[in-house]
Nanobody
Framework: QVQLVESGGGLVQAGGSLRLSCAASGRTFSSYAMGWFRQAPGKEREFVAGIRWSGRITNYADSMKGRFTISRDNAKKMVYLQMNSLKPEDTAVYYC?????????????WGQGTQVTVSS
């Protein structure tokens, strides 16, 4: 069982940066793949980025490649999403997730989300 709490969202101008954090609790955190998803108003939740338990393997949605970077610190039970060159279309609620693999359907623990708003 993993509990997840996101932080770091806020309002930023287009072209700016934000770093999201996800604090996890649970003894088996280091065995889970971790990911970030987002959901914009009126749209379905979409995959953003994922990272394997070791931190060596990551995957990204095509529109985030080169702009977003996911990382994790197993000792601190933290996952991060560094977001650069933000665009208004990145506005969404961002969710941290934990699961058994990197495929989007393999995530089964979710945080409450943190709002990111990018102004033009």
């Amino acid at each position: 069982q993993v509990q997840l709490v996101e932080s770091g969202g806020g309002l930023v101008q287009a072209g700016g940066s934000l770093r999201l954090s996800c604090a996890a609790s649970g003894r088996t955190f280091s065995s889970y793949a971790m990911g970030w998803f987002r959901q914009a108003p009126g749209k379905e939740r979409e995959f953003v980025a994922g990272i394997r338990w070791s931190g060596r393997i990551t995957n990204y949605a095509d529109s985030m490649k080169g702009r977003f970077t996911i990382s994790r610190d197993n000792a601190k039970k933290m996952v991060y999403l560094q977001m650069n060159s933000l665009k208004p279309e990145d506005t969404a609620v961002y969710y941290c997730a934990a699961g058994v693999g990197l495929a989007p359907y393999e995530y089964n623990y979710w945080g409450q989300g943190t709002q990111v708003t990018v102004s033009s």
